[in-house]
């Protein structure tokens, strides 16, 4: 059931609403509303303020000292509580008057225990609490998975890891989140929960919640196992006005057991990648459960044809499909889980379709098997149904046209043409396979640019990005043929340095854009810390007339002259300007000698033109117009710190694309990691302002002033290193929200707190950091009052 616009909460953008992970379906990790905290206020004199931490409940001594939360804190705006609601919840609830209603702002945050949390957002007071939803969902004697038990992976216990999804135009509003659970028999099991934000977080009466998550794919073949697999990604919610359904929840799980050997071939990697997609219907919201899909659903090629990627010799036209080869390891349907760092699927709507994004990681890769391994995966959904199958896809292969064309690696190969004689095949699906270079390990963002065309940016943790049409997303094919452009999002990425070890790889975990709408041309800007590097921004133009860098000339003995040469070195990483190798791509417009070409094909050091040159050209006065990713300046921390595996995550705020502020939340070391003597390292956590998009630090929670113990709050997002051991940490990849002049900061533990005395190396506190802005209600005095 929905209810009328006007008995909403979210009914305004100010403040706006964050119902979903990164403000958005587009997943830009953009907050355009953002009135008090921008660069121009920071500037000028406004300052954040370190407030009482929101705490949320610790677990027993068995499990653990501090209680993480991995998934992103929530926030509704102008929400009113249920008459069934206690009295003690109402009078927390009251600050604001919503159509006659008493209102406040509220603060949502799940942990790794279990539990679930509402705050009063304006004056940290508790309006409800849920824990333990692991014993209500698995029944008594149930228990929480904890490392090790259910094959759970990279977190110490798993109660709800991912970042829910909140749909205000129901009624009553919901909350849509995974729980996972053990039974007395030792059975693990996922759950979805639709939750009552309005009265005591509880279950939607009649809703069916919670609601056992289950299925099959490939025909039934192939069930899903929940103790193998991890809900990390952030849930999506799209919702299709005037179709039936009116909205889909997408749920995706990766990995979360260990990669076990195959006592035939050797390598064996025992989980699957899964897509499921709900709705709700009928006067009670109820839950019903759309489709179930594997990303590996398939065991083996179908007859007649080798089985994918299974570490045999290059496959000859009779067994293959188009530029399909075999490499190790033994993929074949296995792998393929969707992490994404944690980032949620990203979604957008065009002509009514609705279309999902997921980034399928290593695994089979046999389309017409049902292996999709390293491929980003589309769904559509529309008033005429939703599609359970993929309706686009888009995998990497190199080849020819790759304009990066990093250094041969061994073991390699693909084939020049479907049988042919096989050629070294320096960065394709196979690559990313053996090297565990995933694709979107940065999560996946979506923009329009001029001209209403729809593009989508990914990473992969090798740190090769690539901006795709998403309206066209291309299936398995070169990476350049105009709608499909790739770019180096790193400085030095894992190929160009012969890195092969997956742990010098993670790279790029999260991506936020901005758009500038002082500049009369409003470019995208692009954002991202990638771990050992800079914090990093893109400047992304269209159709914008530059001039190009280098010395180019035509060859050929007559014309027309299509063949045109970049005759003088270029780094496209590091040019401001279009070099060949990486910033033209086909249907672009080159223009030499008051001749205008347009681009038909692109190598890493010649392009071809259509219809050619009149006379041969050798000129180092030539512009392009057309796609163009243009580096910026990047900026380092504060000086002497080191940011930590596995990078930072970044975030933006503007006031309707101005006073823009890139933040970023990173781990430090603290303590000297480098000769004369390296020591573990005491980890502690930073939150920092940028102005966008120059990138100068306006603000930050790190005190260099201090040059021994704590500089300033210590809290950790990412979990402390094994006892006794100087090894990287396991990241949480937290997610901050900034809205409304407060900034609230989800933690694996905090250890020290200049207004919470508490909370203690010995004795570290769970929860939510939160900053205030200089003005803000939760700047007045009252928090927790």
């Known amino acids: 059931m929905r209810v009328p616009l006007s008995a909403q909460p979210c009914s305004t953008t100010t403040p706006p609403c964050v119902t979903t992970s990164q ?46 939360i991995y998934a992103q804190p929530l926030y509704v705006a102008g929400i009113s509580l249920s008459p069934s609601a206690p009295s003690a919840s109402q009078q927390y609830c009251n600050n604001l008057t919503i159509n006659s209603q008493p209102a406040c702002n509220m603060l949502l945050a799940v942990t790794l225990y279990g539990s679930v949390w509402a705050y009063n957002a304006d004056t940290g007071h508790v309006i409800f609490s849920r824990t333990k939803l692991w014993s209500s969902d ?29 749909d205000t135009t129901l009624s009553p509003p919901a909350m849509f989140l995974t729980s996972l659970c053990m039974d ?31 299925g099959s794919a490939d025909g039934g073949t192939l069930t899903f196992a929940p103790g193998e697999v991890l809900q990390r990604p952030a849930l999506l919610e799209v919702q299709n006005v005037g179709a039936t359904p009116a909205n889909v929840i997408y749920i995706a799980f990766g990995s979360a057991v260990p990669e076990a050997p195959n006592p035939v071939t050797g390598e064996n990697y025992p989980y699957h990648g899964w897509i499921f997609a709900y709705s709700t219907s009928g006067a009670n919201n109820a839950l019903v459960q759309d489709f179930a899909f594997s990303t590996t659903a398939a065991k083996g090629g179908t007859s007649g044809m080798p089985a994918c990627n299974s570490n045999g010799p290059l496959c000859g036209a009779s067994g293959c499909e188009a530029g ?81 064309t990093p250094p041969m690696l061994a073991n390699s190969s693909c084939p020049a043409s479907v049988g042919g004689t096989p050629v070294q095949c320096p960065y394709t699906v196979d690559v990313l396979n053996q090297n565990d270079w995933d694709v979107a390990i940065s999560g996946i963002l979506l923009f329009e640019g001029s001209g209403q065309k ?15 049409n998403a309206s066209s997303l291309g299936g398995f094919t070169q990476n350049d043929l105009g709608d499909v452009f790739p770019f180096a999002a790193v400085a030095s990425p894992c190929w160009s340095l012969g890195k092969v070890d997956a742990s010098d790889c993670h790279r790029v975990i999260s991506l936020a854009s901005y758009v500038d709408t002082a500049v009369t041309a409003k470019p995208r800007y692009l954002y991202f810390w990638p771990f050992q590097e800079q914090l990093t921004g893109f400047q992304f133009s269209q159709n914008t007339l530059t001039s190009g860098v280098g010395t180019i000339a035509t060859s050929g003995s007559a014309p027309p002259f299509t063949t045109v040469d970049l005759t003088t070195a270029c780094t496209a990483r590091s040019a401001t300007t279009p070099c060949f190798n990486g910033q033209i791509v086909a249907g672009d417009t080159l223009t030499a000698g008051s001749q205008v070409q347009t681009v038909t094909s692109v190598s890493a050091t010649s392009l071809t033109v259509s219809p050619g040159f009149s006379s041969s050209i050798n000129t180092s006065s030539w512009t392009y117009n057309g796609y163009f990713i243009k580096p910026l300046s990047g900026n380092w921390p504060s000086t002497g ?46 939150l920092t302002g940028y102005d966008a998009p ?60 200049s207004t919470d005395t508490a909370c203690t190396a010995a004795s570290p506190c769970s929860g939510v950091l939160v900053y205030c802005g200089t003005g803000t209600t939760a700047c007045d005095g009252s928090w927790q009052q």
């Open 454 to 468: 729809n593009w989508l940016v990914t990473v992969d943790k090798a740190g090769h990005g690539y901006l795709l």
């Open 324 to 404: 399909q080869y075999q490499n190790e390891p033994n993929w074949c349907g296995h792998g393929s889980g969707i992490w994404m760092s944690g980032r949620g699927p990203a979604a957008s709507t065009v002509n009514g379709v609705s279309n999902a994004f997921f980034g399928a990681s290593n695994g089979g890769f046999q389309p017409s098997s049902g292996n999709w391994g390293s491929t980003i995966l589309q769904f559509a959904s529309a008033a005429s149904g939703i599609a359970a199958n993929p309706s686009s896809s888009f995998t990497p292969q190199g080849g020819p046209k790759e304009p990066f």
């Open 23 to 68: 403000y958005g379906n587009a997943r830009t990790g953009y907050n355009a509303y953002e009135t008090v905290l921008t660069s121009g206020s920071l500037e000028s004199g406004t300052t954040l303020t370190q407030l009482s931490p929101l705490i949320v409940d610790t677990p027993p001594a068995s499990i653990g000292s501090t209680n993480p």
């Open 694 to 753: 120059t990138l100068s630090k306006i603000w930050s929670s790190y005190n260099t002033s201090i040059t021994t113990g704590c500089h300033g709050p210590c809290f950790t997002i990412n979990a402390p290193p094994p006892a006794n051991q100087c090894a990287a940490p396991s990241g949480s990849f937290a997610l901050p929200t900034i809205v409304n002049g407060n900034a609230y900061i989800p933690t694996y533990s905090i250890t020290s707190s």
């Open 641 to 686: 710190t080191d940011v930590s595996y596995p990078g930072g995550t970044v975030t933006v705020t503007a006031n309707a694309g101005n006073g823009g502020v890139v933040w970023t939340l990173a781990t430090i070391e603290t303590a000297p990691a480098a000769p004369p003597a390296k020591v573990c390292p005491t980890l502690t956590a930073m």
């Open 184 to 214: 007395s028999q030792s059975d693990v099991h996922w759950y979805l929960h639709e939750i009552d934000l309005t009265n005591q977080l509880q279950d939607v009466v009649g809703s069916g919640s919670p609601m056992e998550i289950s």
């Open 138 to 166: 698995c029944g008594p004697n149930s228990s929480i998975p904890v490392y090790g038990q259910g094959g759970l992976g990279s977190v110490p216990f798993a109660g709800i890891v991912a970042t829910p999804v909140i």
